[in-house]
C-alpha cells in the first residue's frame, strides 16, 4: 500500500510506503519412507538433504525434512552394507510439500570367498531407476579402478576407489556416461582392477 502527500512549506512530495503483508514466506516439507523387498522399513539409514542436514529413518524407515524454503534440494539415503532405489531424489524449486518420497533398500552380502561381485537390480538386470551394485572386499588395501565399456569396445564410465582389506565396500553405478547421460540397453562389460583384485563381469541394461 503506497501513500503521497504533498508539504505545502517545502514544495515537495512526501511518499512512504506501508507493507500489509504477513511478511512470513512460505515452507515447505519433504518426506517418505524407506523399506526393503518386502516392505519392512529399514532403521537407521542417514538421509541427506542438501541444504537442510541429515535424518537418520525410524524403526518405521520414515523421514522427514520441515520448514525448507523455496529452492533446489538432493535428498540422498546411505547405510554401510544397502544400496538404495533410486540412488537419490531431486526437487528443483520446490514450492510444495513432497510426501511418500520413498526409496527401496537392497541389503549388499558378499559370498564367502569372493573379492568382487557385479549385481544388478532387483530381477538381476537394471532397468529405469535402478542401478548396478559393485561390491568389493579385498584381501589387500589400494585402490581399485573400476571401467564399464560397451561391447564396442568404447569406454562408458570409469571410477578408483580406495579399499581397506577384508572391509566391504560397495560403488554403485547408476546407467550413465561419463557425460552423465543415460546409457543405451544392452550388455556391458565391467573391469575391475586393483588392491589383489583382477575380475571381469557382465551387467544388463534394460530400458
Keep these: ?13 512526501l511518499k512512504y510506503v506501508k507493507w500489509t503483508g504477513s511478511g512470513v514466506a512460505p515452507s515447505y516439507s519433504i518426506s517418505g519412507n524407506i523399506k526393503d523387498s518386502e516392505e519392512i522399513g529399514i532403521s537407521g539409514v542417514i538421509i541427506s538433504c542438501t541444504g537442510a542436514g541429515d535424518y537418520t529413518t525410524t ?3 520414515y523421514y522427514e525434512f520441515t520448514n525448507l524454503a523455496s529452492g533446489n534440494y538432493t535428498v540422498t539415503p546411505s547405510k554401510s552394507d544397502w544400496v ?28 564367502e570367498g569372493k573379492v568382487a561381485e557385479v549385481r544388478g537390480g532387483v ?4 532397468k529405469k ?4 551394485s559393485i561390491i568389493l572386499k579385498p584381501a589387500v588395501s589400494g585402490a581399485v579402478k573400476i571401467k564399464i565399456y560397451n561391447l564396442k569396445g568404447q569406454l562408458v564410465w570409469d571410477e578408483t576407489k580406495d579399499v581397506f582389506a577384508g572391509v566391504q565396500d560397495v560403488v554403485s553405478w547408476a546407467c550413465k556416461n561419463t557425460s552423465n547421460k543415460d546409457v543405451a540397453s544392452g550388455i556391458y562389460i565391467v573391469y575391475i582392477k586393483g588392491a589383489g583384485i583382477d575380475v571381469k563381469k557382465k551387467i544388463a541394461v534394460v530400458k
Excluded at 500500500?1 to 512530495?13: A, F, G, L, Q
Excluded at 530381477?123 to 537394471?126: D, L, R, S, T
Design 1 to 13: 500500500e503506497v501513500h503521497i502527500s504533498y508539504d505545502d512549506s517545502t514544495n515537495n512530495y
Design 59 to 61: 524403526s518405521s524407515g
Design 84 to 111: 538404495f532405489t533410486p540412488l537419490s531424489k531431486n526437487y528443483f524449486s520446490l514450492s510444495s510439500n513432497q510426501s511418500s518420497q520413498n526409496f527401496t533398500g537392497y541389503e549388499i552380502t558378499m559370498q
Design 123 to 126: 530381477k538381476g538386470y537394471i
Design 129 to 132: 531407476g535402478e542401478s548396478a
